[in-house]
């Protein structure tokens, strides 16, 4: 579960959990991971935003 994070001037969008195919195309190798769900900004974050949002 995601906590609940008020943050009005930066929207945030849920990536739900689930299962990635991986890929290192100089070994030619794949494999599966399994990522928890988690935030991502709606659109870019400036460095001056990600510094007042964590600090």
């Known amino acids: 579960?995601?906590?609940d994070i008020n943050i009005p001037s930066l929207p945030m969008v849920e990536i739900p959990q689930g299962k990635i195919e991986l890929r290192d195309d100089r070994t030619k190798?794949?494999?599966t991971v399994e990522i928890a769900s988690f935030l991502l900004a709606q659109f870019p974050v400036t460095q001056a935003e990600?510094?007042?949002v964590t600090n």
Request: proline share 11%.
């Open 1 to 3: 579960m995601i906590p």
């Open 29 to 31: 190798q794949g494999w």
């Open 50 to 52: 990600y510094v007042a």
